[in-house]
């Protein structure tokens, strides 16, 4: 029979340490990123309300145009505009 010294067994696989050392690296590199979407979704969200804001108060001075131009009597027509 056969003894198998330590010396001779080749070592296959990883350590315990290497092991959470990996996982380590990749739970940090996860909250990073979820850091990064999260900041841009929040840049997203202010950029749609400033959009919209700015729509908002064209459509005021549009209002406020065709009522100015009703007053001298010109006939403005509204036009009906739908959003898809």
């Known amino acids: 029979m056969r003894r198998i010294s330590k010396q001779?067994?080749?070592?296959?696989?990883?350590?315990?340490?290497?092991l959470i050392l990996v996982v380590g690296i990749?739970?940090?590199l996860a909250c990073v990123?979820?850091?990064g979407i999260n900041r841009l979704i929040?840049?997203?969200?202010?950029s749609n309300s400033a959009?919209?804001?700015?729509s908002n108060q064209l459509k005021k001075q549009i209002d406020d145009s065709e009522?100015?131009?009703?007053?001298?009597?010109?006939?403005?027509?509204?036009?009906s505009v739908t959003g898809a």
């Open 8 to 18: 001779n067994r080749s070592r296959a696989g990883f350590t315990f340490t290497e």
């Open 26 to 28: 990749l739970i940090i």
């Open 33 to 35: 990123l979820v850091y």
């Open 42 to 46: 929040k840049l997203a969200e202010n």
């Open 51 to 54: 959009v919209v804001n700015s």
């Open 67 to 79: 009522q100015m131009l009703a007053s001298y009597g010109f006939s403005v027509k509204q036009k």
